[in-house]
């Protein structure tokens, strides 16, 4: 039915279908090129709530109960949730569904958490544990700025290295059967760290893990490129794609061409003040979810890589001196 | 060769099985009645490292490594970790990982992680996705009580309802074939709040999602208590332990008798001041890896249900005024 292959993949022989997703998004994520896939934009960075962290909180939800309508599902049909943030504890998460009566895996992958949660789901379906498993994530800028970086009120300048943590949330629903894009292989990431210390510069400290996962998905599916129609990271943002590609280029492998990062999709980088782009697990949710699922349902694209990238620093490892290790999850979709 | 079973479980077939497991216990854990069934005790709380959180991950490193040892493997052999921590960002997590090429999924299931790693371990290799998986997870009292209550050198008095974090990092190798404890079943917990907000009393917080998952392990596995030698729940405390009882009992459960709850067996009540109990990852982790499987592969215990529980809040949470939800992941367990 499905089997390991090679070092860290592992092919689905009856490939789970992802059935149905759902975006929700920020006003300033709105304002950008990908606006029209996103099922539901919000100008109000509270989400109605009291907190910037109950404001993610209620944007997950509107991402599940969206998906819930667009699926005509219940939560009553939901065999098990695999969802993670970046706030501290996974509270985005855990609040989402508390007495939802929804079985829940917590997840934390830092900005990997849409392809992390992708590949759960389909193990747990592929595996034949669970017939309707969603996979779920959410970041927000106020929230995670606050936590990772300064006070908002503080105004401090951001480094040109920097990127906007998108405030959007994205969930999909995988199923054993149904119409929809198919997830065929995945490969699990190592945590790689080549010594990056600059938390402005996240980019870089990701980019050596999505080119270490991208040639063991390559060296285990015995695939490469060719096979693809586009290789997606998750946020490495501007200056992180360029890092992979110069060091892909080094390895002998030409990416470019096929090499797109949701982190420089997400926003206008021209007309919007985001630095080196967009970043945080919602960057990839948002356009997985909105841009790339739908486009594939049309048959734009036929077979894709998507690649989570996600660096796993706190503000503790930071402030203690330690680098930044990072991690990136790649999971095969195929048709539409 | 795996289904899922009732509304949140999922049945092994063919039953992956826990050939190995290590222990790394601290000072205090090695002073409690359980010292004896620890592999590595240290009375330096920081275990050579510079910081408490570096601790915390040299622990975790010393029980991946001990366990490489005891089941005479080495990281290439690893197909893939699942593990997590209570550290903001998981950093205990990833940065033992970091640099090692082992495959890792990161998990945030609060004090529930020894647990949650088991489950996603049976499916992972029950599934054929892998053949040789590990679950593991940690806590540290030094790096718990600065980061989620007061610094320990602001001397704060202790309520009497509180526990105190264990100290210990525990590991299981989770394989397709071999000799050990097997993973039978297992029930996903859903996420449940009935509204304490007394960062104090997690006991009674996590108290109803451990009978909610209990239940449903009952109701979904059409089996009960009778067919268990003993039902362990995690980390409820001496209070949490009582409240569980007395809620089983009202749903005409009688566990009297069965139940078992690590964090009133780790530490001497009687002789250390520990108030409720202990608590954290590592108190489920280290009494699970130590003396249950320990007693298994003796035969003393023939079939446990390992239920770990988890507290999902954060001191962002608790600020806020929010109350604390609960969740509860079961694992069967049988044979020696």
Redesign the interface.
């Known amino acids: 039915?499905?089997?390991?292959k090679g070092?860290?993949s592992?092919i689905l022989q009856n490939p789970p279908v992802i059935t149905t997703w759902a975006s929700v998004a920020g006003k300033k994520e709105s304002e950008g090129p990908l606006a029209k896939d996103f099922d539901i934009t919000c100008s109000d960075t509270y989400f109605g709530q009291?907190?910037w962290?109950?404001g993610e909180k209620r944007m997950q939800q509107m991402a599940l109960d969206k998906l819930c309508e667009k699926g005509n599902i219940s939560y009553k049909d939901i065999?098990?949730v695999f969802s993670?943030d970046?706030?501290?504890?996974?509270?985005g998460s855990?609040?989402t569904?508390?007495?939802?009566?929804?079985?829940?895996?917590?997840?934390?992958?830092?900005c990997s958490t849409m392809a992390?949660s992708l590949?759960?789901s389909a193990?747990?379906v592929?595996?034949?544990?669970?017939?309707r498993v969603i996979a779920m994530t959410s970041s927000h800028f106020a929230s995670s700025e606050r936590?990772y970086r300064f006070p908002l009120g503080y105004g401090g300048q951001r480094t040109p290295t920097s990127q906007w943590t998108v405030t959007g949330a994205g969930a999909a629903l995988v199923c054993q059967n149904g119409k929809g894009p198919k997830i065929t292989s995945c490969t699990?990431?190592?945590?790689?760290?080549l010594g990056i210390k600059d938390a402005n510069n996240m980019g870089a400290a990701m980019a050596p893990a999505a080119l270490a996962t991208i040639q063991a998905h390559f060296n285990d599916l015995e695939c490469s490129v060719n096979d693809y129609d586009l290789i997606i990271t998750g946020d490495l943002g501007q200056l992180g794609k360029d890092a992979l590609l110069t060091m892909a280029q080094r390895k002998g492998i030409s990416l470019g061409g096929k090499l797109v990062d949701c982190g420089t999709l997400v926003f206008d980088q021209m007309k919007q003040d985001v630095h080196a782009g967009g970043s945080g697990c919602g960057c990839s949710a948002i356009t997985l979810c909105g841009y790339f699922l739908n486009r594939m349902r049309e048959n734009k694209f036929k077979k894709i890589l998507f690649c989570g990238t996600g660096a796993?620093?706190?503000?503790?490892?930071t402030q203690?001196g330690?680098p930044i290790?990072g991690?990136c999850?790649a999971v095969s979709i195929s048709g539409g």
Chains 1, 2 share one sequence.
């Open positions: 039915m499905h089997y390991k070092k860290q592992f009291k907190t962290e109950q065999g098990l993670g970046l706030l501290n504890q996974c509270i855990s609040f569904l508390r007495n939802t009566n929804i079985p829940h895996i917590g997840l934390y992958g830092a992390e590949l759960m193990m747990a592929g595996g034949g544990f669970f017939d936590q699990v990431g190592t945590v790689t760290d796993l620093l706190s503000p503790t490892s203690q330690l290790p991690v999850h």
